[in-house]
């Protein structure tokens, strides 16, 4: 890994000897991240193996079929960290993968939902576990290690917002309405609004955000179409301990399940 590092510094700061040696810096880094892959736990960090992701995400020359290939891996190392339960990993490379996907030329809508929405979970997942943690321990002589909750809900957040706009912006594009598959695509596009909504939800609820009466009736719309998602937003600000947002969740979710047995006759 060292004699590659080494490389990749000659050829990112020389691209007259990457020609000379015939190696591009892509594919050092790609032989770096692939080393790094089969490599102890300890060699291959997720900080180490994110720095390699920074620097392929600013290269200039990269293609479009490189860029697949960095967010592919950044994308398979964030789902292995957060199936390990591992946020702050699954965060990091989660992140990678958006800086990546603007390098994709035309993302897929399909991309982008499942990349900044697995992001948004990540990071409020981490939340709730920094919130397990100082339950256990306490706060230790003072000591804060890494982001708070609410930094990290605050990060979810932001994230949720621009997420919901990206994906507004590019349905309202001309070639992402007519033609074959566009139906699909705004049904798709509905459904991560929706996901994102409740994420955003969320991360307002237990930020206790002033902002949040302002927000919350639409939020609870665009969250909650049917009675189950209206139950889900009652749950998660009862557990952020939110009486007022419970009690309009609630309220949403009897109006829901009363037009829903309306319309079944």
């Not at 050829?11 to 892509?26: L, M, N």
């Not at 720095?51 to 490189?66: C, H, I, M, Q, W």
């Not at 390990?84 to 994709?104: H, N, P, Q």
């Amino acid at each position: 890994l060292e004699c590659l590092e080494w490389l990749l510094r000659c050829v990112t700061k020389d691209r007259s000897a990457a020609d000379e040696i015939g190696f591009p810096p892509q594919r050092v880094l790609r032989a770096l991240l692939e080393a790094s892959a089969d490599a102890s736990a300890s060699i291959a960090t997720t900080a180490r193996l994110g720095s390699y992701l920074d620097v392929a995400a600013g290269l200039k020359a990269l293609t479009e079929g490189d860029a697949r290939w960095f967010l592919d891996f950044a994308w398979n190392r964030g789902v292995a960290a957060a199936e390990a339960s591992k946020w702050s990993d699954a965060v990091l490379m989660f992140e990678r993968s958006c800086a990546l996907l603007e390098r994709c030329g035309s993302a897929p809508v399909v991309d982008i939902a499942r990349v900044h929405t697995a992001v948004v979970q990540a990071l409020l997942l981490q939340a709730r576990s920094v919130d397990a943690n100082t339950a256990v321990t306490g706060d230790i002589a003072g000591k804060v290690v890494g982001p708070d909750a609410r930094e990290l809900r605050q990060k979810a957040l932001a994230r949720a917002d621009r997420a919901r706009s990206s994906l507004r912006m590019r349905a309202a594009r001309p070639s992402c309405s007519g033609g074959s598959g566009s139906g699909a695509k705004d049904v798709l596009a509905a459904a991560a609004d929706r996901v994102l909504a409740r994420l955003a939800f969320e991360a307002l609820c237990f930020l206790q955000s002033p902002s949040l009466p302002a927000l919350a009736d639409g939020l609870i719309a665009a969250a909650a179409p049917e009675p189950r998602s209206a139950a889900a937003l009652a749950r998660i600000a009862w557990e952020a301990g939110d009486a007022e947002r419970t009690s309009r969740c609630l309220k949403a979710y009897l109006h829901l399940l009363g037009c829903s047995e309306d319309g079944g006759g």
